[in-house]
C-alpha cells in the first residue's frame, strides 16, 4: 500500500511541472500563457507568474522526495507529505477551475495520510 501511494505522489508531482511549464512558456503550444490567478482577478505579471512557475516546480520536487521517502520506508516522509501536499492544495486552489482535479487528488493524499497516521502505518 506504500507504495502505491508513493506512486500517486510521485505521478501527482509530475502533473505539478505542468504548472512549471506553463509559467515559464514551455509549452506555448500545450497550454496558453496567462499572468493571472485566482480566475484572472490577481494580474501577478511576468515576473510573478514565474515565481509561482518556480513553485510549482519546487513541490513536484518535494512530492518526489517525499514519494522517495515513503519507497525506502522514512520515517521523515509521511511529515512532508502533509507539508507538501498543503502547499500543492494552496497552489491548486489559486488556479481553479483549472487545477481542480490537482485540488482533489490533494484531498485523496490528505486523506490517505490522516488514515495511514491513525493506522500507525500505511
Known sequence: ??????VLMAVHGVAHLVGFAGAWRLAPDAMPYKTTVL??????????MR???VLWLVLALAFAVAAGGAVVDRSWWP???VGV??????????EWP???IGVA???????VLAVGRSMARI
Open 85 to 94: 501536499t498543503i502547499a500543492s492544495l494552496l497552489i491548486c486552489a489559486t
Open 105 to 111: 487528488i490533494n484531498v485523496l493524499i490528505l486523506g
Open 39 to 48: 480566475g484572472g482577478h490577481v494580474n501577478l505579471g511576468d515576473a510573478g
Open 1 to 6: 500500500m506504500r507504495i502505491a501511494f508513493a
Open 79 to 81: 511529515a512532508l507529505a
Open 98 to 100: 483549472e487545477a481542480r
Open 51 to 53: 515565481a509561482v512557475g
